[in-house]
């Protein structure tokens, strides 16, 4: 009994360690569509006329700046994040004015560069 507990645990944690290693341009399963995974691309160009830095993965608050098309966005952080109340991905880019250096913004904003 031990030992198919134990093996569950282990399958229950490779399974979790896969979610987060899911390359960006793979299309995820819904059940790794919670929390973050490893991003192919780490720089972006923005392709909105604007679109806004946030300081989590979420739309909840304000932005923290707003970068405009065009604009080169990224910083080697390679993370996405999808948000499963907004249906949404979310990057992480490069950001002074976020507490943790981090900012994140929507993927459907931006473009690989």
């Not at 490779?14 to 290693?21: E, Q, R």
């Not at 996405?80 to 880019?93: C, F, I, K, Q």
């Not at 950001?95 to 931006?110: E, Q």
Request: neutral net charge; aromatic residues 8%; proline residues 5%.
């Amino acid at each position: 009994m031990r030992k198919g507990i134990a093996a569950l645990g282990f399958a229950g944690a490779l399974t979790g360690l896969l979610a987060v290693a899911t390359p960006a341009s793979a299309a995820a399963p819904a059940e790794q569509r919670e929390g973050v995974r490893v991003a192919a691309v780490c720089e972006w160009v923005v392709t909105w006329p604007s679109a806004g830095v946030y300081e989590s993965p979420t739309r909840a608050d304000a932005p923290l700046k707003v970068k405009n098309a065009g604009d080169r966005v990224g910083g080697g952080y390679c993370m996405e994040h999808y948000n499963t109340s907004e249906l949404e991905w979310y990057v992480s880019v490069a950001c002074t004015c976020a507490s943790d250096d981090i900012g994140w913004m929507r993927r459907n904003a931006l473009r690989p560069a």
